[in-house]
């Protein structure tokens, strides 16, 4: 799918049908017809509007004579396939190409970072300063990621309160896709981080004194967001060997349970079986063998299994 916008200098976003000088065209999932025609029309290779298609693209920048193309990783929500599971945060690529008078972007799927845009819901937003509107999607992009490491760390503390009542699968299940999840984050943030040191560097990002504080906060909310990441992971890689470690020590009591029982269910046992021998045995003439024989074993059941409780021996 492919739209074209330009904004007017009214501040209103118009939806264009053709290519036009300092117009934004978006790419979701473009078919071949419409990479053909942007590359020819534009004059941009056609590899890199496919790269950012690749879902294993990694994050990068390059420049070109008539283009320049950087490649971030951005955070989405994507539902589970398999029903009553719950969505789960993950990284795709995002590409930014810079020409003189266009800007492209093209993702393999729709994101809400440029739907903002697509809105007109993003302050001093215009198609034609594509410096700007390069720093405004940084910007929106790291913003996400601090949301969704929120959210993250919500579904975490609920999914803890869940496990304080009873350690089910389920919830150990969650916490583990949370914490592939900020594995996700960590790598694709480090990875931006590269890329945006190198873009950073390049003197057009800098000429624009307007933007300087724009660039400032692009900054600091990319380093916020691996700083989060960082930490989040750590409590949760925690949280993760702590039930691991609460499980082992359950199984642990579990088995020494059943271990003290099986010692205790053998005493009588070995008692009925020395007199299904057929020799001489101790009260064997007794009216009331059987209930003396019983009473001595469930008074060894009960001494045994109440010593072993009591000295733990295990």
């Known amino acids: 799918m ?8 009214e501040r209103e976003l118009e939806t264009l049908e ?21 590359s020819e029309k534009l004059g941009i290779e056609r590899e890199a509007i496919v790269a950012p298609l690749d879902v294993e693209e990694s994050p990068r920048m390059e420049i070109e004579d008539d283009f320049m193309l950087i490649i971030v990783d951005i955070p989405i ?5 398999q029903e009553g599971q719950n969505s789960y945060f993950t990284t795709i690529p995002l590409g930014i190409i810079i020409s003189d008078d266009y800007i492209v972007t093209t993702c393999s799927e729709e994101t809400n970072i440029l739907k903002l845009f697509e809105e007109n819901r993003i302050k001093s937003f215009f198609t034609f300063k594509k410096n700007r509107f390069l720093l405004q999607i940084l910007y929106r992009m790291a913003a996400k990621y601090l ?17 304080h009542k009873s ?3 389920k919830e ?13 984050f960590s790598t694709s943030l480090k990875a931006n981080e590269m890329a945006l040191e190198k873009l950073l560097k390049t003197e057009s990002i800098r000429k624009y004194p307007e933007d300087q504080d724009l660039l400032e906060d692009v900054i600091i909310e990319g380093k916020q967001a691996i700083e989060m990441t960082n930490i989040y992971s750590r409590i949760l890689s925690g949280t993760m060997d702590t039930y691991a470690s609460v499980i082992s020590n359950n199984q642990n009591t579990v088995m020494k349970f059943l271990a003290i029982i099986t010692l205790g269910i053998s005493i009588p046992n070995i008692i009925t079986s020395f007199y299904g021998m057929n020799i001489e045995l101790p009260l064997q ?13 469930i008074v060894l059941v009960v001494g045994v299994t109440v010593g072993l409780g009591k000295n ?3």
Do not use: C, H
Request: negative net charge; without cysteine.
């Open 285 to 297: 003439d007794n009216p009331y063998a059987y209930l003396i024989i019983a009473g001595i074993s």
């Open 147 to 163: 949301a969704y490491l929120k959210q993250i760390d919500r579904r975490s503390s609920r999914i803890q309160r869940q496990l």
């Open 172 to 184: 150990l299940i969650q916490l583990f896709d949370l914490e592939n999840s900020l594995i996700y």
């Open 77 to 81: 929500l994507e539902e589970s396939e």
């Open 18 to 38: 053709s290519f036009e000088k300092g117009s934004w065209i978006n790419l979701v999932n473009p078919t071949k017809e419409e990479i053909d025609e942007v």
């Open 2 to 9: 492919m739209k074209i916008f330009r904004s007017t200098m």
């Open 312 to 314: 733990n021996p295990f």
């Open 167 to 169: 350690t089910r699968n």
